[in-house]
């Protein structure tokens, strides 16, 4: 039994690992995306501004569309193979972005970096190979953490890096990414067997054929339409949060940090600590319940707090939403067969990039109109109203779906 449980935890750890560097190389390259796309357009900020929508928006869009089928692809030929050709596209990348002499390679490096970087989809289908349905829950929470380490700290890295240059970030993330896949050609172990893989269709590919996966189970619909909610509601945060800041609590760069960093470390602790214990002594149906409702508070502090202190006070509380997805993660893990954790894996990831793409528009609009002077509304905290209704009406289709 050791034997076999050690290379599962040393692959786990890789996945994790991969997970992190993943995410801490699109994080470094966050702060300086901007500048080098200034640099592009003359120092034009309004190009730029129009430049970088475009680019966020087909980001997403590749994503989604992309998603799917690397989960496919997964259920095929295996979850290494997938894994390693990933961070190998990722990195030749990064290092193309940051050699490009022309704004118009930079924009095809976003579109490929947006194929490219969905190791959360296949990092989902790994663990629900390797690890027993006890114990998948506190698993995608460790997953969780790691994705938000690397996407923390990244933009402290890359903010550092790009004092020397605007496009060292991007050849050091590059860098990153090839060593992940070096170091895991040698240590990450295949993890579904050939007699459980499936053929490869374009019909289970696409994402509407992975979404009609969600729709084979009613739990499946359920908890499909309960985790898009959820992932609409947490788009309000990256939406609106610096200028949410400047606006109603006037933070300069300094605080909006600090402010991140506590967002950063809140969902640390619940994905790490919290979750394992909360689904033993809860149960998983009271543990998705909380996780919701905690959110739900945290949208309603950042609404109503007339202080900068207060808004802090809200993030913890609102940290506790991270229980919510790991549970979600697991409960559809045990409703699929291993040939099709990638395609499932892929379709949650297709979610996520759609409130990606919905999102950042329906946030901004709202606070548009909110703070507008000629609407009299008054109200800066909108968006955070709108996210926390949504949390809300995702509450009773939690109790009817979770109940048997």
């Not at 919701?292 to 109503?304: P, R, T, W």
Request: glycine share 12%; net charge positive; aromatic share 10%.
């Amino acid at each position: 039994m050791s034997q076999t449980r050690t290379p599962r935890r040393a692959a786990f750890g890789f996945v994790l690992a991969t997970v992190t560097l993943d995410m801490l190389a699109l994080g470094i390259t966050i702060p300086v995306l901007p500048r080098l796309v200034l640099d592009f357009v003359g120092n034009n900020a309004s190009l730029a501004a129009d430049a970088l929508g475009i680019f966020g928006t087909v980001f997403a869009l590749m994503q989604f569309l992309a998603s799917p089928v690397l989960g496919v692809l997964s259920d095929r030929f295996g979850r290494r193979p997938i894994i390693l050709l990933s961070n190998i596209g990722l990195g030749l990348d990064y290092l193309i972005m940051g050699a490009t002499p022309t704004i118009y390679l930079l924009f095809v490096g976003r579109i490929i970096a947006g194929i490219t970087s969905s190791s959360m989809t296949i990092a989902g289908a790994y663990i629900a190979d390797v690890k027993p349905p006890a114990e998948r829950a506190s698993s995608f929470g460790l997953l969780s953490v790691a994705f938000g380490f690397g996407f923390v700290i990244g933009p402290a890295i890359g903010g550092i890096l790009g004092q020397a240059s605007p496009r060292l970030p991007f050849f050091v993330a590059g860098a990153l990414s090839l060593l992940n896949a070096a170091y895991g050609y040698f240590v990450l172990p295949e993890s579904l067997p050939k007699r459980q893989r499936q053929r490869f269709k374009w019909t289970r590919a696409n994402p509407i054929g992975a979404l009609n996966l969600l729709r084979s189970h009613p739990e499946l619909t359920g908890l499909a339409v309960i985790a898009f909610l959820n992932y609409l509601a947490f788009q309000s945060v990256p939406a609106i949060f610096v200028l949410y800041g400047d606006f109603r609590y006037g933070w300069n760069t300094a605080a909006v940090g600090l402010a991140l960093a506590a967002i950063g470390l809140s969902a640390g602790f619940i994905g790490g600590a919290l979750v394992a214990p909360a689904v033993r002594h809860l149960g998983e149906p009271a543990t998705l319940t909380l996780g919701i409702a905690g959110g739900c508070a945290g949208f309603l502090i950042f609404a109503l707090a007339k202080s900068g202190n207060m808004f802090l006070i809200g993030i913890p509380i609102w940290a506790l939403s991270g229980l919510a997805n790991p549970v979600i993660q697991a409960i559809m893990s045990r409703r699929v067969g291993s040939s099709d954790q990638g395609l499932l894996q892929g379709a949650s990831s297709s979610l996520f990039s759609t409130s990606g793409l919905i999102g950042p528009l329906l946030f901004t609009l709202t606070f548009s109109a909110a703070i507008n002077p000629h609407s009299h509304a008054g109200l800066p905290g909108a968006p955070f109203l709108l996210a926390a209704g949504l949390a809300l009406a995702s509450i009773p289709i939690v109790l009817r779906t979770t109940r048997t």
